[in-house]
């Protein structure tokens, strides 16, 4: 069975040692930022501070490195990617949760709604001010009422309104624009403190038709349990910590940021729409929930790689078979730099994976297409592949004028453009054989057992 909730998996983490509790009081103005900056540069366990200011703990770095996210999956290294195909090609439906929802065992409105009563961390300096950043948005289509899930930023502007930004490439962003085009206030729901595999399918990127509650009961294997929320008609997983419910008000524009963002520099501030709350839901003795953000790598990026690669991996394979893995590394902020493994079946299909990889929704900068003897995980050999298995005049192009990727820092406004490099063996033609000693992994050597310097 899948962790019903976030308790469950936090139960689990601390189990295995991977949740340690900080029960001195911490000030959510650089202190939480700064706890969870260090565990995740020493690839930590979560945290758990008590001691808030507020009534609510907050929790920390569940997401912080790749062995607690093959903790989320139940997977291991091995069988991870099979693992999230197996769950985004089983779509299960999502269920009514019967009788009072826990998420809703508290329920203010009106006047008791203030958000600044939850310990809402500034993590930079420069931050515009507290930051909701574990929080996934429950939006719908305003015209075919499909629900849509992922993870957006909310800057506190005051107890009852926060700012708010999304890409226009992604469907939270989509959905305000359609609204705002025929004249509706698009409704929402922040989602904060969930089961993991709920979290990470958040991340899954699939169609605008996709209904992404049947992607979560996939990659759970189980059914998501909703309840309806209280002042809107969509429905919010059940078992969550805490529910902020919301209108977008895009004729109110106030500024939004600067914060400091995935790509690793501060995003400036700007004029943004506000999110109304119209409703704050808990659960008895709810948790909040941090999320590091910032120069890679952080949550942010490791709640991407793994939901990101399987279903980029997917989409490409859909037309082009023979690519056998992607790689979407941190350090581009898992979307600015992909290398795909591949063994061109023609002439010329290299290049076109990679205008497909290009024209995918993640409008990365860098696209390099292998063989698949590389280890794409290995800059290394990436490099290597790049240093002698391409001749630039020919193997590299650029295409002008591509859709820039949301925040990154160094574009021409809305255009930027994309590097290609076809860093395959010719096609057809004799190639060198690669020189390396023969079986030497199997080579009985005793005297360096345990001399392992790596
Ligand atoms: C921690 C975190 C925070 C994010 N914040 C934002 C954000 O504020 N705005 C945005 O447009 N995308 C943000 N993203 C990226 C989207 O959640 C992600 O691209 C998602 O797949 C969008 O999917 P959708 O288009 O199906 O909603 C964030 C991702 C993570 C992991």
């Given amino acids: ?15 295995a040692g991977e949740l340690v509790e900080i029960a001195r009081p911490v000030s959510p103005k650089y202190d939480i930022a700064k706890a969870l900056a260090k565990t995740s540069a020493i690839q930590g366990p979560a945290l758990m501070f008590t001691q808030t200011g507020t009534a609510f703990p907050l929790v920390g770095g569940v997401y912080g490195n790749r062995r607690l996210a093959l903790m989320a999956f139940e997977a291991t290294e091995q069988t991870i990617h099979e693992k999230v195909l197996k769950g985004i090609n089983n779509p299960i439906a999502p269920v ?3 009788g009072a929802p826990p998420c809703q065992d508290v329920v203010l409105t009106d006047d008791a709604i203030d958000v600044t009563k939850l310990p809402v961390p500034i993590y930079s300096p420069k931050d515009g001010g507290p930051y909701i950043t574990a929080g996934i948005v429950v939006s ?25 930004f999304s890409a226009p490439n992604h469907r939270f962003g989509k959905n305000i624009a359609h609204a705002t085009e025929m004249g509706k206030e698009l409704r929402g729901a922040i989602v904060i403190g969930v089961d993991p595999l709920t979290m990470y399918s958040g991340q899954v990127q699939s169609s605008d038709s996709t209904n992404d509650w049947f992607t979560s009961g996939g990659l759970r294997g189980s059914p998501v349990e909703l309840a309806k929320a209280v002042t809107n008609d969509m429905k919010v997983p059940a078992w969550a910590e805490i529910v902020i419910e919301f209108t977008v008000d895009t004729r109110t524009q106030k500024m939004e940021g600067p914060l400091g963002e995935y790509t690793g520099y501060y995003t400036p501030a700007s004029p943004k729409p506000v999110a109304r709350i119209t409703a704050i839901t808990h659960r008895k003795n709810a948790i909040f929930q941090g999320l590091l953000t910032g120069k890679p790598i952080t949550e942010n990026h490791v709640l991407k790689q793994i939901p990101f690669e399987t279903s980029i991996l997917r989409q490409l394979q859909a037309q082009f078979p023979t690519i056998t893995d992607v790689s979407i590394n941190s350090s581009g902020g898992v979307q600015i730099y992909v290398v795909i493994a591949m063994k061109p079946r023609y002439e010329g299909e290299a290049r076109h994976a990679i205008l497909a990889a290009m ?18 995980r290995n800059s290394a050999e990436v490099e290597w592949a790049q240093s002698f298995r391409v001749k630039p005049s020919q193997d590299v192009f650029i295409v002008d004028r591509t859709a820039t990727a949301p925040l990154d820092p160094y574009t021409d406004g809305g255009y930027s453009s994309s590097v290609g490099i076809d860093a395959t063996r010719p096609f057809g033609e004799e190639f060198p054989d690669v020189s390396e000693v023969p079986d030497w992994k199997d080579f009985p050597l005793p005297e360096l057992d345990g001399l392992s310097r790596k």
Wanted: avoid cysteine; charged fraction near 25%; glycine fraction near 8%.
């Fill in 1 to 15: 069975m899948p962790y019903q909730d976030l308790r469950a998996f936090l139960t689990a983490l601390k189990n």
């Fill in 96 to 98: 009514d949760f019967k």
């Fill in 140 to 164: 719908e289509n305003p015209e075919t009422g499909i629900p849509d899930i992922g993870n957006y930023r909310f800057q506190i502007h005051g107890p009852k309104e926060l700012g708010v």
């Fill in 359 to 376: 024209a995918g929704n993640l409008h990365p900068k860098w696209v390099i297409v292998v063989d698949p003897d590389i280890d794409i």
